[in-house]
């Protein structure tokens, strides 16, 4: 039956349990994650008495955790975007300035050593300057080596950072299902939910966030089932499953992050796109393997051209030009799964076709098929694989070997171990090939007033490009060469001999003679050289569309907006993130004047209902003693 001192009794517990709550709140004001917390109240069920119903106090029918699931989704989602463009943003901002800027750059580099290879045009007989040309390639060759190097450095520190990574999303996800068993135990217990422990799980899903895309269900029972990738489970009840790292198909020292089964593991790479994971994979993917493949791209480009150039033309020596620079072929690499011997050797067929992509080379059993490897998507190629008939894709030839079992990969890397492989090859100065390889000379006892031009050279692989040949004119419209045919003449038309094209303009008379000869001992001769210089810019990639000047001008341009793309994507979701934050703290946070309040508010509270038991007190006194009389 309800009385005035167990009414009173139930209300200062009752208050007690808001001051303690409050209390709570007060002393986690500063700690991450915490949300705020009420007391709420609820009358306790009258009882019946002769003329009606009479209350029975109080009491606390739930200690409420103030939280908005809508709000705290919205936190996780902007928290993982923030992530994902905090790691890109630091990696791009690095490659923008390690391309871009004039220290560390190609650019300035590139320009010295061709303003050097000028200078030997204007003066070809001077070994100084010669000499000084050998030093501009070696610095050009390091700052090629020294780049590709802090690519390298790059792509190792982002394996690492994705180790550190799965490291730490295994234990989240460990301390999220410990939390779920605990949750549930404690909801199992008593009916209420543990508040607490909530909050640090939602902490932790937070931190889970910031590192990978996570999607999140709970459960009837209390407990909240992770989700990553394409629905793969990390968290379900009390287990968590477990994320891996491992060397790639082929690359062991290049990392990818796998999901661990009973089955095995499954590489997730491409399915996770947010959070930091999604970063580093977004920046590997689509801005440092481009990079380094457009860098090793132009250094094919100086190397094979300009060896090309300079073997049109002839040395100090009187020899014809010879390599200037070294260079690799395109790197061949083998799939760890394979299990048949197939072998493969790739070669530059064609220049102005390379892409400087990588491709995967497949095994059906039958033929070899060719994919892009960042796309998958089918490269057309021609030719059976052999010596005499190689398989001819995107400008390179590929001959293939050994014995391939069905299924069997092999990946080309067509130009991204070019930067890594440029070397320079000619030791001797005087080996620059500075003058053209032939040269023309009209006789002097001419009678017509015929001139002839300097040579072009139009096939430097003519094996009688340095014979002596003879142009004799038989009449003023037809000559022979050395004595034979009869072929018609126009003026100023273009005329090939021996691999050299030269044109005679004027009117020759019948007996006229113009000679074709070796250019031997001309060292004066600078006109190889200026076709060296020019080399920079000459079409040459892309169809014979790109010089080497844009090639690298197009690698810094694609970097540089790439880069301040992510820095304004970057900058969007601070804002989100922080108003997100913002909404969090406000519907959540602990405001320490309304605490205080809330203090004084259960403190008076207390204080009344106290008095209530001290005037029950004194009723009793009072009842004693009246019966005592």
């Given at each position: 039956?309800?009385?005035?001192?167990?009414?009173?009794?139930?209300?200062?517990?009752?208050?007690?349990?808001?001051?303690e709550?409050?209390?709570?709140n007060?002393?986690?004001a500063?700690t991450p994650?915490?949300?705020?917390?009420?007391?709420?109240?609820?009358?306790?069920?009258?009882?019946?008495?002769?003329?009606?119903?009479?209350?029975?106090?109080?009491q606390?029918?739930?200690?409420k955790?103030?939280?908005?699931?809508?709000?705290g989704?919205?936190?996780?989602?902007?928290?993982?975007?923030?992530?994902r463009?905090?790691?890109?943003?630091d990696?791009?901002?690095?490659?923008?300035?390690?391309?871009?800027?004039?220290?560390?750059?190609?650019?300035?580099?590139?320009?010295?050593?061709?303003?050097?290879v000028?200078?030997?045009?204007?003066?070809p007989?001077?070994?100084?300057?010669?000499?000084?040309?050998?030093?501009?390639?070696?610095?050009?060759?390091?700052?090629?080596s020294?780049?590709?190097?802090?690519?390298?450095?790059?792509?190792?520190e982002?394996?690492?950072?994705?180790?550190?990574?799965?490291?730490?999303?295994?234990?989240?996800?460990?301390?999220i299902?410990?939390?779920?068993?605990?949750?549930?135990?404690?909801?199992?217990?008593?009916?209420?939910s543990?508040n607490?422990?909530?909050?640090?799980?939602?902490?932790?899903?937070?931190?889970?966030a910031?590192?990978?895309?996570?999607?999140?269900?709970?459960?009837?029972?209390?407990?909240?089932?992770?989700f990553?990738g394409?629905?793969?489970t990390?968290?379900?009840?009390?287990?968590?499953?477990?994320l891996?790292t491992?060397?790639?198909?082929?690359?062991p020292?290049?990392?990818?992050?796998?999901?661990?089964?009973?089955?095995?593991?499954?590489v997730?790479?491409?399915?996770?796109?947010?959070?930091?994971?999604?970063?580093?994979?977004?920046?590997?993917?689509?801005?440092?393997?481009?990079?380094?493949?457009?860098?090793?791209?132009?250094?094919?480009?100086?190397?094979?051209?300009?060896?090309?150039?300079?073997?049109?033309?002839?040395?100090?020596?009187?020899?014809?030009?010879?390599d200037?620079?070294?260079i690799?072929?395109?790197?061949?690499t083998?799939?760890?799964?394979?299990?048949?011997?197939?072998?493969?050797?790739?070669?530059?067929?064609?220049?102005?076709?390379?892409?400087?992509?990588?491709y995967i080379?497949?095994?059906?059993?039958?033929?070899?098929?060719?994919?892009?490897?960042?796309?998958?998507a089918?490269?057309?190629?021609?030719?059976?694989?052999?010596?005499?008939?190689?398989l001819?894709?995107?400008?390179?030839?590929?001959?293939?070997?050994?014995?391939?079992?069905?299924?069997?990969?092999i990946?080309?890397?067509?130009?991204?171990?070019?930067?890594?492989t440029?070397?320079?090859?000619?030791?001797?100065?005087?080996q620059?090939?500075m003058?053209?390889?032939t040269r023309?000379?009209?006789?002097?006892?001419?009678?017509?007033?015929?001139?002839?031009?300097?040579?072009?050279?139009?096939?430097?692989?003519?094996?009688?490009?340095?014979?002596?040949?003879?142009?004799q004119?038989?009449?003023?419209?037809?000559?022979?060469?050395?004595?034979?045919g009869?072929?018609?003449?126009?003026?100023g038309?273009?005329?090939?001999?021996?691999?050299?094209?030269?044109?005679?303009?004027?009117?020759?008379?019948?007996g006229?003679?113009?000679?074709?000869?070796?250019?031997?001992?001309?060292?004066?001769?600078?006109?190889?050289?200026?076709?060296?210089?020019?080399?920079?810019?000459?079409g040459?990639?892309?169809?014979?569309?790109?010089?080497?000047?844009d090639s690298?001008?197009?690698?810094?341009?694609?970097?540089?907006?790439?880069?301040r793309?992510?820095?304004?994507n970057?900058?969007?979701?601070?804002?989100v993130?922080?108003?997100?934050?913002?909404?969090?703290?406000?519907k959540?946070?602990?405001?320490?004047?309304?605490?205080a309040?809330?203090?004084?508010?259960?403190?008076?509270?207390?204080?009344a209902?106290?008095h209530?038991?001290?005037?029950?007190?004194?009723?009793?006194?009072?009842?004693?003693?009246?019966?005592?009389?």
């Amino acid at each position: 039956m309800p009385n005035i001192l167990s009414t009173s009794l139930t209300g200062m517990l009752a208050f007690q349990r808001a001051l303690e709550t409050t209390g709570h709140n007060i002393a986690n004001a500063n700690t991450p994650g915490y949300s705020r917390q009420v007391t709420e109240f609820s009358a306790r069920p009258g009882q019946g008495v002769y003329n009606g119903y009479i209350g029975s106090g109080t009491q606390v029918s739930s200690i409420k955790r103030i939280y908005d699931d809508i709000i705290g989704g919205q936190l996780q989602t902007s928290t993982s975007s923030h992530a994902r463009f905090a790691a890109l943003n630091d990696l791009a901002s690095r490659l923008d300035t390690l391309i871009a800027d004039p220290s560390s750059g190609l650019n300035n580099q590139l320009q010295s050593f061709f303003n050097s290879v000028q200078d030997i045009a204007n003066d070809p007989s001077s070994l100084p300057t010669r000499a000084a040309l050998l030093g501009e390639a070696d610095s050009l060759v390091l700052r090629f080596s020294e780049m590709d190097r802090q690519f390298a450095d790059l792509d190792a520190e982002i394996s690492q950072r994705l180790a550190a990574a799965v490291t730490d999303i295994n234990q989240l996800s460990t301390s999220i299902a410990d939390l779920n068993d605990r949750i549930t135990l404690g909801q199992a217990a008593n009916g209420q939910s543990p508040n607490d422990l909530l909050d640090q799980r939602d902490l932790l899903l937070r931190d889970l966030a910031a590192l990978v895309p996570v999607d999140s269900v709970q459960q009837s029972d209390g407990s909240m089932n992770v989700f990553i990738g394409n629905g793969q489970t990390l968290v379900i009840g009390s287990e968590a499953r477990q994320l891996t790292t491992q060397g790639s198909e082929f690359d062991p020292t290049r990392l990818e992050v796998a999901y661990r089964t009973s089955a095995g593991t499954s590489v997730m790479d491409n399915r996770l796109t947010g959070g930091q994971l999604g970063g580093l994979l977004e920046f590997r993917n689509q801005m440092l393997d481009p990079a380094r493949q457009a860098l090793g791209q132009t250094a094919q480009a100086v190397a094979v051209t300009f060896n090309e150039q300079n073997a049109a033309g002839m040395d100090l020596y009187g020899n014809m030009g010879g390599d200037f620079f070294g260079i690799g072929d395109p790197g061949v690499t083998y799939s760890n799964r394979n299990s048949g011997s197939g072998t493969a050797e790739a070669t530059i067929a064609d220049l102005g076709a390379v892409t400087g992509r990588d491709y995967i080379l497949t095994y059906d059993g039958a033929a070899y098929s060719m994919l892009r490897a960042d796309t998958g998507a089918a490269v057309s190629m021609s030719g059976t694989g052999t010596v005499g008939d190689p398989l001819i894709a995107d400008g390179l030839s590929i001959v293939t070997g050994g014995a391939p079992a069905a299924g069997d990969r092999i990946m080309i890397k067509s130009s991204t171990n070019g930067a890594e492989t440029i070397t320079r090859s000619m030791n001797d100065a005087q080996q620059i090939a500075m003058a053209g390889p032939t040269r023309t000379l009209a006789s002097l006892s001419n009678t017509g007033n015929g001139s002839i031009s300097a040579t072009d050279i139009v096939d430097r692989n003519d094996p009688a490009l340095l014979n002596t040949a003879v142009i004799q004119f038989t009449g003023p419209a037809t000559y022979s060469v050395n004595g034979a045919g009869s072929f018609a003449y126009v003026s100023g038309e273009p005329i090939v001999v021996n691999g050299s094209r030269f044109a005679i303009s004027g009117t020759p008379q019948a007996g006229d003679e113009f000679t074709l000869e070796a250019n031997t001992g001309a060292s004066g001769d600078n006109r190889n050289g200026l076709l060296l210089a020019n080399v920079q810019a000459q079409g040459i990639l892309n169809g014979g569309t790109v010089s080497i000047n844009d090639s690298y001008g197009q690698l810094i341009g694609q970097v540089g907006s790439a880069t301040r793309q992510v820095q304004m994507n970057f900058d969007a979701q601070s804002v989100v993130k922080a108003n997100a934050e913002a909404s969090q703290l406000a519907k959540s946070g602990v405001n320490l004047d309304e605490e205080a309040a809330n203090l004084l508010k259960y403190q008076q509270a207390y204080q009344a209902v106290a008095h209530v038991v001290s005037v029950a007190n004194s009723m009793f006194d009072t009842l004693i003693n009246a019966t005592r009389r």
